[in-house]
């Protein structure tokens, strides 16, 4: 049989089918399972095959109006229809210009940071499965899009610490990055001591940089996207792989609530103090409310230890590790 356009056969076979009267059915006969009808088809092929002769399909004529060949969908075309959806479609949010500046800095820093080069549009949408609280899944997503009212888009409001929302008391611009590392006004040492403590209790002891959110750089929410992939770049090959990408694996959650958790309550407490008059955020002042929050169970790991407590094998593979990574 000549090779050529699948279109008169396909044609002919829904002429054949619509020529008959009677019901239809079409049944999967597994091949070399000595069915009747099928081993009548191959044998028939095989004859084909074999004969040397050559039949063009161009040669098998359909009757007129047998076949629709132009099907439409309200009243109109299928190919005008095809090229409106093309024409209007809507591109994804990561596509637009407003994520272009943010998906160029989260590729430079994270390869400035873990020497890995990542694809940042595979990792952004990652912002709403990452365990962290909603409300801060909602910031780091306006930011990302800048669209977060901070500094130079912060409109106001009618209370005396209204500025504070465009310039911070040490002088600089507000930002989400300045909130969450803090300044000469605001030293979040004791907070931050608080974090370290919970993260060791949980985390593999290691000198690998996603274990130390303290070595993130000046947007230390960036690596939060990306943990997974980073850890499990970065890790060289050796014996005893499997078992460190286990430990990371099962502390992951609980470390990403951990740090989501304190980033969480640094900014609502910021925010408080822009917007009420009667609160002011001294750091020392917010340890035992840090503590509380730190302490809530992680969603990905409620009543699952294992995620909490690494095994010991692993954590021991993992301190063998500690330099490989940086």
């Known amino acids: 049989m000549s090779r050529g356009p699948p279109t008169p056969l396909l044609q002919y076979l829904l002429y054949l089918l619509r020529d008959r009267t009677g019901r239809i059915r079409f049944i999967k006969a597994k091949a070399h399972r000595d069915n009747l009808n099928n081993n009548i088809a191959d044998k028939l092929a095989n004859e084909g095959r074999i004969s040397g002769r050559i039949f063009d399909i161009s040669t098998l004529v359909v009757p007129q109006g047998w076949v629709d060949m132009a099907p439409v969908l309200c009243h109109q075309p299928l190919d005008y229809l095809t090229c409106l959806v093309v024409s209007n479609r809507i591109p994804a949010p990561t596509r637009t210009n407003r994520f272009g500046r943010f998906l160029d800095r989260w590729t430079v820093m994270i390869g400035t940071l873990f020497d890995r080069v990542l694809d940042p549009g595979s990792h952004v949408m990652k912002v709403w499965s990452i365990t962290v609280p909603k409300g801060l899944k909602e910031v780091l997503w306006k930011e990302m899009n800048g669209a977060l009212v901070l500094g130079h888009r912060y409109f106001g409001t009618k209370n005396k610490k209204s500025d504070m929302g465009r310039v911070c008391l040490c002088g600089q611009e507000m930002s989400l990055g300045h909130i969450l590392l803090g300044c000469a006004k605001y030293k979040l040492q004791p907070l931050f001591a608080e974090l370290k403590d919970a993260l060791l209790k949980v985390s593999p002891k290691s000198a690998f940089r996603t274990l130390h959110p303290d070595e993130w750089g000046s947007s230390p929410w960036y690596p939060l996207l990306a943990l997974r992939a980073i850890e499990e770049a970065a890790l060289p090959i050796f014996k005893g792989r499997k078992k460190v990408l286990k430990a990371l694996k099962l502390s992951r959650p609980r470390r990403e609530w951990?740090?989501?958790?304190?980033?969480?309550?640094?900014?609502?407490?910021?925010?408080?103090?822009?917007?009420?008059?009667?609160?002011?955020?001294?750091?020392?002042?917010?340890?035992?409310?840090?503590?509380?929050?730190?302490?809530?169970?992680?969603?990905?790991?409620?009543?699952?230890?294992?995620?909490?407590?690494?095994?010991?094998?692993?954590?021991?593979?993992?301190?063998?590790?500690?330099?490989?990574?940086?």
């Open 258 to 326: 951990l740090i989501g958790n304190y980033y969480w309550m640094l900014w609502k407490w910021r925010m408080k103090e822009i917007h009420e008059d009667d609160f002011t955020f001294v750091p020392t002042f917010c340890v035992a409310s840090l503590q509380t929050a730190l302490l809530q169970p992680c969603p990905e790991t409620k009543n699952n230890t294992m995620a909490d407590e690494p095994d010991q094998a692993s954590t021991a593979k993992v301190r063998l590790m500690d330099g490989a990574y940086k």
